[in-house]
Protein backbone atom coordinates (compact mmCIF):
# COMPACT_ATOMS: atom_id res chain seq x y z
CA UNK A 1 0.00 0.00 0.00
CA UNK A 2 0.99 3.37 -0.63
CA UNK A 3 -0.07 6.60 1.29
CA UNK A 4 0.54 9.17 -0.95
CA UNK A 5 0.34 12.61 1.51
CA UNK A 6 -1.68 10.19 4.42
CA UNK A 7 -0.68 10.08 7.63
CA UNK A 8 1.62 6.79 8.31
CA UNK A 9 -0.21 5.17 11.81
CA UNK A 10 2.65 3.76 13.43
CA UNK A 11 1.39 -0.25 13.69
CA UNK A 12 1.73 0.19 9.55
CA UNK A 13 5.58 1.54 9.92
CA UNK A 14 7.86 -1.24 8.82
CA UNK A 15 11.96 0.39 8.40
CA UNK A 16 13.61 -0.84 11.31
CA UNK A 17 16.91 1.27 12.11
CA UNK A 18 19.21 -1.11 9.95
CA UNK A 19 16.34 -0.93 6.85
CA UNK A 20 17.01 3.36 7.39
CA UNK A 21 21.05 2.52 7.55
CA UNK A 22 20.89 -0.21 4.00
CA UNK A 23 18.15 2.53 1.89
CA UNK A 24 20.27 5.59 3.03
CA UNK A 25 23.64 3.57 2.21
CA UNK A 26 22.56 2.91 -0.88
CA UNK A 27 21.54 6.14 -2.26
CA UNK A 28 24.55 7.17 -0.38
CA UNK A 29 26.54 5.10 -2.59
CA UNK A 30 25.87 5.86 -5.86
CA UNK A 31 27.69 6.81 -9.41
CA UNK A 32 26.79 10.09 -8.47
CA UNK A 33 28.77 10.07 -5.23
CA UNK A 34 31.69 8.33 -7.00
CA UNK A 35 31.81 11.09 -10.14
CA UNK A 36 31.60 13.70 -7.10
CA UNK A 37 34.71 12.41 -5.39
CA UNK A 38 36.24 12.33 -8.88
CA UNK A 39 35.42 16.23 -9.58
CA UNK A 40 36.84 17.09 -6.35
CA UNK A 41 40.02 15.09 -6.37
CA UNK A 42 41.40 18.21 -8.71
CA UNK A 43 42.08 19.58 -5.18
CA UNK A 44 43.94 17.02 -3.93
CA UNK A 45 42.83 13.68 -2.07
CA UNK A 46 42.89 15.51 1.49
CA UNK A 47 40.11 17.82 0.64
CA UNK A 48 38.09 14.75 -0.04
CA UNK A 49 39.04 13.39 3.10
CA UNK A 50 38.14 16.61 4.57
CA UNK A 51 35.03 16.74 3.66
CA UNK A 52 34.32 13.18 3.85
CA UNK A 53 35.00 13.18 7.33
CA UNK A 54 33.75 16.48 8.41
CA UNK A 55 31.90 18.68 6.26
CA UNK A 56 29.37 15.80 5.01
CA UNK A 57 28.44 15.15 8.42
CA UNK A 58 28.02 18.19 10.09
CA UNK A 59 26.07 19.24 6.77
CA UNK A 60 23.61 16.20 7.20
CA UNK A 61 22.27 17.24 10.87
CA UNK A 62 19.67 19.41 9.75
CA UNK A 63 18.65 16.95 6.78
CA UNK A 64 18.36 14.44 9.17
CA UNK A 65 16.17 16.43 11.71
CA UNK A 66 14.00 17.18 8.99
CA UNK A 67 13.87 12.78 9.28
CA UNK A 68 12.48 13.43 12.87
CA UNK A 69 9.75 15.54 11.89
CA UNK A 70 8.36 12.89 9.16
CA UNK A 71 8.71 10.43 11.85
CA UNK A 72 7.25 12.41 14.82
CA UNK A 73 4.31 12.90 12.48
CA UNK A 74 4.05 9.74 9.79
CA UNK A 75 4.44 12.83 7.17
CA UNK A 76 6.03 12.86 3.49
CA UNK A 77 8.79 15.85 2.96
CA UNK A 78 5.95 17.45 1.65
CA UNK A 79 3.38 17.35 4.32
CA UNK A 80 6.94 18.18 6.74
CA UNK A 81 7.09 21.52 5.28
CA UNK A 82 3.48 23.02 6.13
CA UNK A 83 4.39 24.49 9.34
CA UNK A 84 7.12 26.73 7.74
CA UNK A 85 5.33 27.49 4.08
CA UNK A 86 1.42 26.48 4.66
CA UNK A 87 -0.95 24.09 3.65
CA UNK A 88 -0.93 25.48 -0.03
CA UNK A 89 2.25 26.75 -0.20
CA UNK A 90 3.78 23.44 1.03
CA UNK A 91 1.82 22.13 -2.43
CA UNK A 92 4.39 24.70 -4.59
CA UNK A 93 7.44 22.63 -2.23
CA UNK A 94 5.81 19.34 -3.47
CA UNK A 95 6.72 20.66 -7.02
CA UNK A 96 9.93 21.48 -5.79
CA UNK A 97 10.40 17.90 -4.92
CA UNK A 98 9.54 16.43 -8.25
CA UNK A 99 11.85 18.49 -10.16
CA UNK A 100 14.48 18.00 -7.89
CA UNK A 101 14.16 14.22 -7.97
CA UNK A 102 13.74 13.93 -11.02
CA UNK A 103 16.38 15.16 -12.07
CA UNK A 104 18.87 12.98 -10.69
CA UNK A 105 17.78 9.98 -12.23
CA UNK A 106 19.09 11.70 -15.46
CA UNK A 107 22.81 12.06 -13.79
CA UNK A 108 22.75 8.44 -12.35
CA UNK A 109 21.56 6.74 -15.75
CA UNK A 110 23.68 8.18 -17.82
CA UNK A 111 26.83 7.39 -15.90
CA UNK A 112 25.63 4.08 -15.42
CA UNK A 113 24.70 3.61 -19.37
CA UNK A 114 28.63 4.25 -19.91
CA UNK A 115 28.89 1.02 -17.71
CA UNK A 116 27.01 -0.72 -20.15
CA UNK A 117 28.55 0.26 -23.51
CA UNK A 118 31.70 -1.27 -21.87
CA UNK A 119 29.83 -4.40 -21.35
CA UNK A 120 28.29 -4.51 -24.38
CA UNK A 121 31.90 -3.87 -26.33
CA UNK A 122 33.39 -6.83 -24.28
CA UNK A 123 30.24 -9.01 -25.21
CA UNK A 124 29.96 -7.94 -28.96
CA UNK A 125 32.55 -5.32 -29.87
CA UNK A 126 30.69 -2.35 -29.74
CA UNK A 127 32.19 1.28 -29.46
CA UNK A 128 32.64 2.13 -25.80
CA UNK A 129 31.79 5.06 -24.63
CA UNK A 130 34.33 8.08 -25.59
CA UNK A 131 35.14 5.95 -29.11
CA UNK A 132 33.31 6.87 -32.33
CA UNK A 133 29.85 5.16 -32.69
CA UNK A 134 29.01 5.05 -29.51
CA UNK A 135 25.65 6.75 -29.20
CA UNK A 136 23.84 4.09 -30.04
CA UNK A 137 24.74 1.41 -27.22
CA UNK A 138 24.25 4.62 -25.00
CA UNK A 139 20.76 5.20 -26.25
CA UNK A 140 20.34 1.55 -25.47
CA UNK A 141 22.07 1.24 -22.45
CA UNK A 142 19.96 4.57 -20.47
CA UNK A 143 16.43 2.90 -22.41
CA UNK A 144 17.63 -0.40 -20.11
CA UNK A 145 18.31 1.19 -17.03
CA UNK A 146 15.34 3.30 -17.51
CA UNK A 147 12.62 0.66 -17.86
CA UNK A 148 14.52 -1.51 -15.01
CA UNK A 149 14.19 1.23 -12.02
CA UNK A 150 11.05 2.32 -13.45
CA UNK A 151 9.33 -1.01 -12.59
CA UNK A 152 10.99 -1.49 -9.56
CA UNK A 153 9.58 2.23 -7.91
CA UNK A 154 6.15 1.55 -9.54
CA UNK A 155 6.36 -1.55 -7.11
CA UNK A 156 6.53 0.64 -4.19
CA UNK A 157 8.34 1.23 -0.79
CA UNK A 158 8.19 -2.13 0.61
CA UNK A 159 10.14 -3.74 -2.93
CA UNK A 160 12.32 -0.42 -2.48
CA UNK A 161 13.37 -1.87 0.74
CA UNK A 162 14.67 -5.33 0.04
CA UNK A 163 16.48 -4.14 -3.24
CA UNK A 164 18.12 -1.60 -0.82
CA UNK A 165 19.08 -5.06 1.18
CA UNK A 166 20.79 -6.41 -1.91
CA UNK A 167 22.72 -3.73 -3.34
CA UNK A 168 23.93 -2.90 -0.39
CA UNK A 169 26.19 -6.08 -0.49
CA UNK A 170 27.18 -5.70 -4.16
CA UNK A 171 28.70 -2.10 -3.44
CA UNK A 172 30.55 -2.69 -0.64
CA UNK A 173 32.01 -5.67 -2.47
CA UNK A 174 32.68 -3.30 -5.89
CA UNK A 175 33.90 -0.38 -2.70
CA UNK A 176 36.09 -2.98 -1.63
CA UNK A 177 37.44 -4.68 -4.36
CA UNK A 178 38.01 -1.01 -6.01
CA UNK A 179 39.96 0.22 -3.31
CA UNK A 180 42.19 -2.88 -3.26
CA UNK A 181 43.06 -2.44 -6.19
CA UNK A 182 44.32 1.46 -6.29
CA UNK A 183 46.46 0.78 -3.22
CA UNK A 184 48.00 -2.35 -4.94
CA UNK A 185 48.94 -0.51 -8.04
CA UNK A 186 50.20 3.14 -5.89
CA UNK A 187 51.22 3.58 -2.38
CA UNK A 188 49.00 5.78 -0.04
CA UNK A 189 51.55 8.24 -0.08
CA UNK A 190 52.07 9.06 -3.48
CA UNK A 191 47.95 9.20 -3.87
CA UNK A 192 48.17 11.86 -1.01
CA UNK A 193 50.72 13.79 -1.97
CA UNK A 194 50.63 13.70 -5.76
CA UNK A 195 51.01 17.10 -7.90
CA UNK A 196 47.59 17.51 -9.08
CA UNK A 197 47.00 20.24 -12.55
CA UNK A 198 46.16 23.30 -11.48
CA UNK A 199 41.99 23.26 -10.38
CA UNK A 200 39.71 25.60 -12.24
CA UNK A 201 37.65 25.74 -9.64
CA UNK A 202 37.83 26.82 -5.76
CA UNK A 203 36.80 24.63 -2.22
CA UNK A 204 34.17 26.89 -2.00
CA UNK A 205 32.48 25.95 -5.25
CA UNK A 206 32.63 22.34 -4.17
CA UNK A 207 31.31 23.07 -1.05
CA UNK A 208 28.65 24.75 -2.89
CA UNK A 209 28.13 21.85 -5.49
CA UNK A 210 27.70 19.34 -2.20
CA UNK A 211 25.23 21.67 -0.61
CA UNK A 212 22.98 20.96 -3.64
CA UNK A 213 24.34 17.10 -3.74
CA UNK A 214 23.13 16.55 -0.47
CA UNK A 215 20.65 18.73 0.77
CA UNK A 216 19.03 17.67 -2.51
CA UNK A 217 18.21 14.19 -0.84
CA UNK A 218 14.23 15.81 -0.79
CA UNK A 219 12.70 12.23 0.20
CA UNK A 220 13.95 12.19 3.58
CA UNK A 221 10.54 12.43 4.91
CA UNK A 222 9.05 10.39 2.39
CA UNK A 223 10.90 7.49 3.80
CA UNK A 224 11.40 9.37 7.20
CA UNK A 225 8.03 8.80 8.02
CA UNK A 226 8.08 4.58 7.94
CA UNK A 227 10.40 4.60 10.67
CA UNK A 228 9.61 2.61 13.74
CA UNK A 229 11.61 4.59 15.81
CA UNK A 230 13.19 8.39 15.90
CA UNK A 231 16.64 6.97 16.24
CA UNK A 232 16.33 5.23 12.48
CA UNK A 233 14.87 8.38 10.56
CA UNK A 234 17.61 10.29 12.46
CA UNK A 235 20.64 8.57 13.43
CA UNK A 236 19.80 5.35 10.95
CA UNK A 237 19.25 7.84 7.56
CA UNK A 238 22.48 9.93 8.36
CA UNK A 239 24.81 7.11 9.21
CA UNK A 240 23.69 5.50 6.17
CA UNK A 241 24.13 8.57 3.73
CA UNK A 242 27.46 9.72 5.01
CA UNK A 243 29.13 6.03 5.16
CA UNK A 244 27.44 5.31 1.60
CA UNK A 245 28.45 8.94 0.05
CA UNK A 246 31.44 9.43 1.95
CA UNK A 247 33.25 6.25 1.02
CA UNK A 248 32.39 6.50 -2.17
CA UNK A 249 33.50 9.42 -3.22
CA UNK A 250 36.53 8.33 -1.73
CA UNK A 251 36.55 5.44 -4.13
CA UNK A 252 35.99 8.22 -6.63
CA UNK A 253 39.14 10.12 -5.68
CA UNK A 254 41.22 7.31 -5.23
CA UNK A 255 40.44 6.23 -8.97
CA UNK A 256 41.30 9.24 -10.66
CA UNK A 257 44.66 10.03 -8.97
CA UNK A 258 45.29 6.61 -9.44
CA UNK A 259 44.91 6.91 -13.35
CA UNK A 260 46.57 10.44 -13.09
CA UNK A 261 49.63 8.87 -11.43
CA UNK A 262 50.29 6.49 -14.35
CA UNK A 263 48.46 8.93 -17.42
CA UNK A 264 49.94 12.75 -15.79
CA UNK A 265 46.48 13.97 -16.88
CA UNK A 266 43.10 14.43 -15.02
CA UNK A 267 39.86 14.86 -17.36
CA UNK A 268 37.27 15.30 -14.94
CA UNK A 269 35.13 14.34 -17.86
CA UNK A 270 36.82 10.57 -17.15
CA UNK A 271 35.60 10.80 -12.92
CA UNK A 272 32.85 8.41 -14.09
CA UNK A 273 32.74 5.05 -12.46
CA UNK A 274 33.68 3.64 -16.10
CA UNK A 275 36.50 4.93 -17.20
CA UNK A 276 38.36 4.40 -14.08
CA UNK A 277 36.65 0.68 -14.13
CA UNK A 278 38.73 0.91 -17.74
CA UNK A 279 41.32 2.07 -16.75
CA UNK A 280 42.46 -0.32 -13.53
CA UNK A 281 41.23 -3.24 -15.63
CA UNK A 282 38.66 -4.78 -13.39
CA UNK A 283 36.25 -6.47 -15.87
CA UNK A 284 32.56 -6.94 -16.64
CA UNK A 285 31.59 -7.65 -13.33
CA UNK A 286 32.62 -4.39 -11.97
CA UNK A 287 30.67 -2.45 -14.68
CA UNK A 288 27.39 -4.73 -13.79
CA UNK A 289 27.78 -3.68 -9.85
CA UNK A 290 27.80 -0.11 -11.36
CA UNK A 291 24.83 -0.05 -13.05
CA UNK A 292 23.23 -1.85 -10.39
CA UNK A 293 23.97 1.05 -8.10
CA UNK A 294 22.39 3.11 -9.98
CA UNK A 295 19.36 1.46 -10.17
CA UNK A 296 19.37 0.87 -6.31
CA UNK A 297 19.72 4.68 -6.19
CA UNK A 298 17.18 6.00 -8.57
CA UNK A 299 14.58 4.05 -7.16
CA UNK A 300 14.64 6.32 -3.78
CA UNK A 301 14.87 9.51 -5.89
CA UNK A 302 11.93 8.38 -8.46
CA UNK A 303 9.87 7.41 -5.12
CA UNK A 304 10.73 10.68 -3.87
CA UNK A 305 9.40 12.60 -6.79
CA UNK A 306 5.82 10.66 -7.35
CA UNK A 307 5.78 11.64 -3.34
CA UNK A 308 6.79 15.70 -4.17
CA UNK A 309 3.86 15.62 -7.43
CA UNK A 310 1.17 13.50 -5.23
CA UNK A 311 1.48 16.38 -2.05
CA UNK A 312 1.51 18.91 -4.77
CA UNK A 313 -1.79 18.02 -6.16
CA UNK A 314 -3.37 16.01 -3.03
CA UNK A 315 -4.02 13.28 -5.42
CA UNK A 316 -5.99 9.80 -3.82
CA UNK A 317 -4.45 7.77 -6.51
CA UNK A 318 -0.43 6.84 -5.82
CA UNK A 319 0.04 4.20 -7.47
CA UNK A 320 -0.78 6.10 -10.84
CA UNK A 321 1.65 8.88 -10.31
CA UNK A 322 4.19 6.25 -9.75
CA UNK A 323 3.69 4.95 -12.70
CA UNK A 324 3.49 8.18 -14.17
CA UNK A 325 7.44 9.06 -12.72
CA UNK A 326 8.22 6.17 -13.95
CA UNK A 327 7.33 6.76 -17.45
CA UNK A 328 8.84 10.73 -17.54
CA UNK A 329 12.09 9.15 -16.00
CA UNK A 330 12.47 7.75 -19.81
CA UNK A 331 12.36 10.86 -21.31
CA UNK A 332 14.32 12.89 -18.11
CA UNK A 333 17.30 10.52 -18.61
CA UNK A 334 18.04 11.59 -21.85
CA UNK A 335 18.76 15.07 -20.76
CA UNK A 336 22.55 15.36 -20.37
CA UNK A 337 22.81 14.22 -24.28
CA UNK A 338 21.31 18.01 -25.14
CA UNK A 339 25.11 19.54 -23.36
CA UNK A 340 28.27 19.76 -24.75
CA UNK A 341 29.90 17.83 -21.63
CA UNK A 342 28.35 15.59 -19.06
CA UNK A 343 30.18 17.61 -16.26
CA UNK A 344 28.26 20.74 -17.44
CA UNK A 345 25.26 19.22 -16.64
CA UNK A 346 26.35 17.96 -13.30
CA UNK A 347 27.21 21.51 -12.19
CA UNK A 348 24.06 23.26 -13.91
CA UNK A 349 21.20 20.92 -11.68
CA UNK A 350 23.10 20.51 -8.57
CA UNK A 351 23.52 24.34 -8.91
CA UNK A 352 19.54 24.65 -9.42
CA UNK A 353 19.00 22.06 -6.75
CA UNK A 354 21.02 23.79 -3.97
CA UNK A 355 19.22 26.89 -4.50
CA UNK A 356 16.04 26.12 -3.66
CA UNK A 357 16.71 23.32 -1.09
CA UNK A 358 19.51 25.42 1.03
CA UNK A 359 16.99 27.72 2.00
CA UNK A 360 14.15 25.73 2.45
CA UNK A 361 15.98 22.96 4.71
CA UNK A 362 16.99 26.37 6.50
CA UNK A 363 13.93 27.75 7.12
CA UNK A 364 11.83 24.33 8.32
CA UNK A 365 13.97 23.41 10.46
CA UNK A 366 14.04 26.66 12.18
CA UNK A 367 10.41 26.99 11.78
CA UNK A 368 9.54 23.73 13.34
CA UNK A 369 12.60 23.61 16.39
CA UNK A 370 13.23 27.32 16.80
CA UNK A 371 9.47 29.14 16.50
CA UNK A 372 7.26 26.69 17.50
CA UNK A 373 9.74 24.50 19.32
CA UNK A 374 8.01 21.46 18.18
CA UNK A 375 4.25 22.58 19.53
CA UNK A 376 2.73 20.81 16.47
CA UNK A 377 0.24 18.52 15.86
CA UNK A 378 -0.80 15.99 13.66
CA UNK A 379 -4.39 17.51 13.13
CA UNK A 380 -2.18 20.69 12.24
CA UNK A 381 -0.59 18.76 9.42
CA UNK A 382 -3.66 16.44 8.54
CA UNK A 383 -6.54 18.91 9.00
CA UNK A 384 -7.65 18.46 5.22
CA UNK A 385 -10.15 21.05 3.61
CA UNK A 386 -13.74 22.28 3.38
CA UNK A 387 -15.79 21.60 -0.07
CA UNK A 388 -14.49 25.22 -1.20
CA UNK A 389 -11.03 24.54 -0.48
CA UNK A 390 -10.38 26.72 2.57
CA UNK A 391 -7.74 24.57 4.68
CA UNK A 392 -9.56 23.46 8.49
CA UNK A 393 -5.46 24.13 9.69
CA UNK A 394 -4.22 26.34 11.98
CA UNK A 395 -1.31 26.59 10.15
CA UNK A 396 -3.60 28.32 7.38
CA UNK A 397 -3.44 28.59 3.69
CA UNK A 398 -0.08 30.58 3.08
CA UNK A 399 3.11 31.52 5.78
CA UNK A 400 3.91 34.79 4.18
CA UNK A 401 7.65 34.92 6.09
CA UNK A 402 8.48 31.35 4.91
CA UNK A 403 7.60 32.51 1.12
CA UNK A 404 9.72 35.77 1.91
CA UNK A 405 12.58 33.89 3.68
CA UNK A 406 13.05 31.43 0.46
CA UNK A 407 12.78 33.97 -2.08
CA UNK A 408 15.53 35.97 -0.68
CA UNK A 409 17.64 32.73 0.16
CA UNK A 410 17.17 31.45 -3.44
CA UNK A 411 17.49 34.96 -4.81
CA UNK A 412 21.17 35.12 -2.87
CA UNK A 413 22.26 31.49 -3.66
CA UNK A 414 21.80 31.71 -7.73
CA UNK A 415 23.07 35.61 -7.45
CA UNK A 416 26.03 34.66 -6.35
CA UNK A 417 26.28 31.32 -7.58
CA UNK A 418 25.77 31.79 -11.48
CA UNK A 419 26.31 35.76 -11.47
CA UNK A 420 28.78 36.79 -9.06
CA UNK A 421 31.07 33.85 -9.21
CA UNK A 422 34.44 35.52 -8.71
CA UNK A 423 32.80 36.45 -4.47
CA UNK A 424 31.33 33.25 -4.58
CA UNK A 425 34.93 31.35 -5.38
CA UNK A 426 36.15 32.92 -1.83
CA UNK A 427 32.38 32.83 0.57
CA UNK A 428 30.67 29.92 -1.25
CA UNK A 429 26.82 30.50 -2.33
CA UNK A 430 25.76 28.68 0.42
CA UNK A 431 26.58 29.93 3.85
CA UNK A 432 25.34 33.52 2.46
CA UNK A 433 22.03 31.99 1.47
CA UNK A 434 21.59 29.88 4.71
CA UNK A 435 22.32 32.99 6.50
CA UNK A 436 19.76 35.22 4.74
CA UNK A 437 17.18 32.93 4.55
CA UNK A 438 17.68 31.89 8.42
CA UNK A 439 17.99 35.33 9.51
CA UNK A 440 15.00 36.90 7.50
CA UNK A 441 12.50 34.04 8.70
CA UNK A 442 13.01 34.31 12.57
CA UNK A 443 13.13 38.51 11.86
CA UNK A 444 9.88 37.97 10.37
CA UNK A 445 7.98 35.64 12.57
CA UNK A 446 10.06 36.30 16.17
CA UNK A 447 10.52 39.99 15.39
CA UNK A 448 7.50 41.34 12.93
CA UNK A 449 5.00 39.24 14.20
CA UNK A 450 4.12 37.43 10.27
CA UNK A 451 2.27 34.34 10.97
CA UNK A 452 1.80 35.36 14.84
CA UNK A 453 -2.79 33.98 14.60
CA UNK A 454 -0.90 30.51 12.84
CA UNK A 455 1.67 30.06 15.60
CA UNK A 456 0.64 27.09 17.57
CA UNK A 457 0.44 27.72 21.35
Not at 74 to 83: H, L, M, N, Q, R
Not at 207 to 228: N, S
Not at 385 to 396: H, I, K, N, V
Not at 426 to 436: N, Q, R
Request: hydrophobic share 55%; net charge neutral; charged share 10%.
Amino acid sequence: MEYGTARIPKEKRSYGFGDLVVTWFGSGVNTGSWFFGGMAAALGLGFVLQYSLVYLPLMMIPWAMVGWIAWRHGASTVTSTIPSLGVKGARIAGIGEFFGMIGWPSINTFIAAISLTYVFHQMWGWPAYGDPGATGPLVLGILITAVVQGAIVVSGHEAIKYLEWVAVVLLIVLGVWETIVVLQHWDLSKIMSVSMPEAVHSKAFYIDLAFGFCWGWAMIGDFGRFAKSAKGATVGSWLGVNLGQGWFMLVGALGVIGVVLDTGIYDPNNADPSSTIAALGLGTVAFLVVFFATVSTNVTVLYGAGMGLIGATRSSSPRSYLWFIAILQLVMCFLPLAFDQFIHYFEFFLGMVGGIFIPLWTIVVLDYFVVRRTRVTDADLFAGETSDGRTLSRLGDWNAAGWWAMALGLGTFWLLHYWLTDLAAVITASFPAILVSGAAYLVLTLAAGYGRKSRVA
